[in-house]
């Protein structure tokens, strides 16, 4: 379990160290490693909530085409399939806080990982 919980937390930090957009500032930060479908597996997420003062358009332009790291399981995995090592971030914006003044919005990052050790919540 604590192998896992390390690739979560690095996989995490990619996205919390991500420099924000001018005037944003952070709400909430959550993570989350469970089992995904049947089979030996784990899914990685992360997410953060912001909100900004920059208009929803400016957001977007910030945030697109950024691709983050993927969560590495070691060169004997990471090299046997032919994946790409980066993540894109999904944006969601929150249209029932947002207004004319205020963009709320939250970031992610999914990832799955084979590498499953001993993990019971991956099996």
């Known amino acids: 379990?604590?192998?896992?919980?390390?690739?979560?937390e690095k996989f995490a930090q990619n996205l919390y160290e991500y420099p924000l957009p001018p005037d944003a500032i952070v709400l909430t930060q959550h993570i989350e490693l469970s089992k995904l479908g049947n089979g030996n597996n784990c899914s990685y997420e992360v997410q953060?909530?912001?909100?900004?003062?920059?208009?929803?358009?400016?957001i977007e332009q910030y945030y697109e085409n950024i691709m983050l790291t993927r969560?590495?399981?070691?060169p004997?995995?990471?090299?046997?399939y032919d994946s790409p090592?980066?993540?894109?971030?999904?944006?969601?914006?929150?249209?029932?806080?947002?207004?004319?003044?205020?963009?709320?919005f939250?970031?992610?990052?999914?990832?799955?990982?084979?590498?499953?050790?001993?993990?019971?919540?991956c099996h």
């Not at 379990?1 to 979560?8: A, E, F, H």
């Not at 004997?76 to 046997?80: A, F, L, N, S, T």
């Not at 992610?108 to 919540?121: A, C, E, K, P, Q």
């Open 1 to 8: 379990m604590s192998t896992n919980n390390l690739r979560l």
């Open 48 to 58: 953060q909530s912001m909100v900004s003062t920059l208009p929803r358009g400016a």
């Open 71 to 74: 969560v590495s399981f070691g």
């Open 76 to 80: 004997q995995y990471d090299g046997m």
């Open 85 to 104: 090592t980066v993540t894109k971030i999904r944006l969601e914006f929150d249209e029932n806080q947002s207004n004319e003044t205020k963009s709320f």
């Open 106 to 121: 939250t970031l992610s990052l999914f990832d799955v990982g084979i590498d499953v050790t001993l993990d019971i919540r």
